[in-house]
């Protein structure tokens, strides 16, 4: 186990369990956190109050509105095989295309939907490491839109992510390997007898439980026997193990030999010593930092495989360390797009983002929400910041604390897009983007900095730099804000002048390390 800190702790520390475990949070969040003491802290965490179901799905997202649509659709492809039977080919052809492009707008928009939503359960929500968890898994257990093409399905995966947020990761293996997201992602669908589809097997093996060097092609190639016969109900959305399309042959699978079908492998996967240290270290990666010391790993792995794969006491274990709060962990984490996004719009006090402007952020930050890359997910750390996405996370820190005051070069960029030759997607969303810088009116500046704050510059400056970095910034770094608001105060320090500060600290290397 690791070292444990004490009960007592810094509003530092706060403030960093809070930015970690969650999406940071506002001057008296952060106070708030702080007067629990660390570990009611850590439990409030990882024993929120706040009901799984807290937030309403999208309409088209419920059990019965997506059980309804499903059914509506293979009533349509029906309808549509019939009346185009005694049509010529290209008759035949123009009706299905006019069809799917129909199938395709309204996937685009719910998409689209998705997104945002999912973005302001994580803005407003009050269990902010079990969001911070459903970003992980997703991560972890990498699905895409782009592939998947059913926004339902990756709904239905993400509160699947929800559920099981902090519980067994052991359970969670053996639910992605019939969830449908995942099927279509990985084609277990296609997989049947004499012909086995390997790349649930292999990535369950190299990216989910135990990581390269730890399997052998054979142990694949056996396993994607096993991983035969699971069938996706387009009517209804479930799963079933169809046992005449299942390999029922015996299988040698890490040295052990059986009849063996896709939970059994799932139980010979975490009975690997390999399987009790990867989650924990992405899990300290995700949390702390990169390349983890062989020893805390060690704890660690010791700790999960006690705790039979609960994640819960992994989390308690991390979050209470001396090591988690040390100073080569605090301020060292280069910030996601998503967690930039969030934290920013939760340290400002806004409660909700402008509508579709979000979304092409995040494309222009490099991190979409339900569209990973690929099977491995998001490159973390540095791979987010380079000379485009950087100059990106000004511009938009320069929209969301000046609204509509002035045009951001974000803006130019979606006006650059509508010049070129794009897709109806891309169009719909640069039109959102368009009607939000119109209206966007930007922060509550009276309640973030009230006027007699703004008398007097350095005190200013200091509540801000404690709003945005919740620690004492360097004497250069400080006199650079103090020098700018002095040179910006006239007879009055208006809105747009705060904006402008804030501009300015939100635009600093500083801020985009956690």
Known sequence: MLPAAPDEWTIQEAAHLLRRAGFGGSPKDIESFHALGRYKAVESLLAPT????????????????????????????????????????????????????????????????????????????????????????????????QKVKQPVLMVMQNELFRRNATGSFKELTHSIL??????????????????????????????????????????????????????????????????????????????????????????????????????????????????????????????????????????????????????????????????????????????????????NAQLQLGQVLFMPPNVAGWDWGKAWINTNTLLTRYNVAGFITKGAQESSQLADNGDAMMDQEMDKKQMRVANLLDRAQRTWAGPDYEKIAPRPLREDPEKLVDSLVQRFFQAPLGGKERGAFIEYAVSKKGAIFTNKEVGELCHLMLSTPHYQLD
């Open 178 to 359: 019939k969830d449908p997201a995942m099927m279509l992602y990985l084609d277990t669908q296609t997989s049947k007898k004499g012909q086995p589809n390997e790349n649930f097997a292999r990535e369950v093996m190299e990216l989910f439980t135990l990581g390269e060097g730890n399997y052998t092609e054979p142990d694949i190639k056996e396993a994607a026997r096993a991983f035969t016969g699971y069938s996706l109900n387009r009517l209804n959305g479930t799963v079933v193990h169809n046992k005449r399309q299942w390999d029922e042959g015996e299988k040698k699978i890490f040295g052990k030999s059986g009849k063996f079908d896709g939970d059994d492998v799932i139980d010979l996967l975490f009975a690997q010593e390999a399987a009790a240290r990867y989650v924990p270290k992405k899990l300290w990666e995700y949390f702390a930092a990169e390349d983890p010391p062989e020893e805390g790993v060690d704890a660690l792995a010791k700790s999960f495989k006690a705790a039979d794969f609960k994640v819960e006491p992994l989390l308690r274990e991390i979050f209470r360390s001396k090591a988690f709060y040390s100073d080569k962990i605090v301020r060292n984490q280069i910030k996601s797009p998503i967690q930039f996004l969030v934290q920013m719009f939760k340290e400002l006090e806004l409660e909700s983002p402008p509508q579709g402007y979000t979304v």
């Open 50 to 145: 706040e009901p799984v179901d807290a937030f309403n799905l999208p309409a088209w997202a419920t059990h019965d509105q997506a059980l309804a649509d499903m059914k509506e659709r293979q009533e349509q492809f029906q309808e549509i095989r019939r009346a185009t039977r005694d049509l010529s080919p290209e008759e035949a052809e123009k009706v299905r295309k006019e069809y799917r492009q129909k199938q395709q707008r309204t996937e685009r928009q719910h998409g689209i939907e998705a997104q945002g939503w999912w973005f302001r359960r994580m803005l407003k929500t009050e269990a902010p490491l079990r969001e911070k968890m459903v970003l992980f898994w997703h991560d972890h257990f990498a699905t895409s839109l």
